[in-house]
């Protein structure tokens, strides 16, 4: 059963710069799942930000973050990361990485079958 595990949350300053880890255990995630990470904030629904499919391809993205955030594998570590840059007050919410068998990757929550326990993102002054 595969289990994902975020850390790197914290609060941070407005442009400042944060880079999210998703350690996956249980099994690999290359070439078997597509990862996604998603964040809420209170009372918001919960948005996809950025996603990589297990096929390869160019990730897609959250409008509101194109730009300013990466997502990248680490095949030896097992791990997603989720680079974030030039961070905002509407960046504030906490952040979810979810996997799914499939080929490909998509930013809405339905179908991804893994997540984690998410790690919080707080931009303030």
């Known amino acids: 059963q595969l289990q994902l595990v975020e850390s790197g949350g914290g609060l941070v300053q407005p442009g400042t710069s944060l880079r999210l880890s998703c350690v996956a255990s249980g099994s690999t995630l290359d070439y078997n799942y597509s990862v996604a990470w998603f964040r809420q904030a209170p009372g918001k629904e919960r948005e996809g930000v950025a996603c990589i499919a297990s096929s390869g391809g160019a990730p897609k993205w959250a409008d509101s973050v194109k730009g300013r955030f990466t997502i990248s594998r680490d095949k030896a570590k097992n791990t997603v990361y989720l680079q974030m840059d030039s961070l905002g007050s509407e960046d504030t919410a906490t952040y979810f990485c979810?996997?799914?068998?499939?080929?490909?990757?998509?930013?809405?929550?339905?179908?991804?079958?893994?997540w984690g326990q998410g790690t919080q993102v707080t931009v303030s002054s």
């Open positions: 979810a996997a799914r068998d499939g080929t490909s990757c998509h930013l809405i929550p339905i179908g991804y079958n893994f």
